[in-house]
């Protein structure tokens, strides 16, 4: 009876062990390891994420890990690869120029093209944090403003973006955008 016991306790406890390892496997936290690029999902059932990433695949080298804003930008602008993605920039933008700001150090200023100013509301609203979320990566960013031309949008509630005002997590399913 007893061997029976421990049988059915190994058995148990490979269950639970090999269950777990399932729900690692499969779970909804698909984040690489190292820089990452944000697009937005293309959802065909309006539901879920709005964002997701891939890894950053542009150059680095060993003393530079985490890419400048403009090799991050570059990425963001090309294009996803990854099936599922899709760039939220209308076609032809570019980015002019990038600098951190002089009176605040952690604050990176993005200038991009006009084109950029096609982009209003919830489209605006993906396309600056898959930049602010992308760039929050570099070491010392705290808080991106992105400039189109020579104007901020005036209809934005601040110009200073950050990435914790996102929330990456789906409170009802719990899930992280995958890559």
Same mark, same amino acid.
């Given at each position: 009876m007893k061997k029976r016991i421990y049988f059915v306790s190994a /058995? #148990?406890?490979?269950?639970? $062990? #090999?269950? #777990? =390892? $399932?729900?690692k496997l499969n779970g909804t936290d698909h984040t690489p390891e190292g820089p990452v690029v944000y697009f937005t999902v293309s959802n065909e059932v309006n /539901?879920?994420?709005? %964002? @997701? /990433? *891939?890894?950053?695949?542009?150059p680095t080298t060993e003393y530079m890990t985490i890419p400048n804003p403009r090799l991050f930008m570059n990425e963001l602008l090309a294009g996803p690869y +990854? *099936?599922? %993605?899709? +760039?939220?920039?209308?076609? @032809? =933008?570019? %980015?002019?120029?990038?600098?951190?700001?002089? !009176?605040?150090? !952690? !604050? %990176? &200023?993005?200038?991009? +093209?006009? &084109?950029y100013n096609g982009l209003t509301d919830v489209s605006l609203t993906l396309a600056d944090y898959c930049i602010v979320l992308t760039m929050s990566q570099i070491p010392g960013v705290e808080t991106v403003e992105i400039v189109s031309g020579s104007y901020s949008a005036s209809y934005r509630s601040h110009q200073l973006l950050r990435a914790d005002e996102v929330e990456l997590v789906d409170p009802l399913t719990k899930t992280v955008p995958s890559s």
């Open positions: /058995c #148990l406890a490979a269950l639970v $062990v #090999l269950v #777990l =390892v $399932v729900l /539901c879920g994420p709005a %964002l @997701g /990433c *891939e890894p950053y695949r542009g +990854s *099936e599922g %993605l899709t +760039s939220p920039f209308p076609k @032809g =933008v570019s %980015l002019e120029s990038w600098r951190f700001d002089s !009176n605040d150090p !952690n !604050n %990176l &200023q993005i200038r991009m +093209s006009e &084109q």
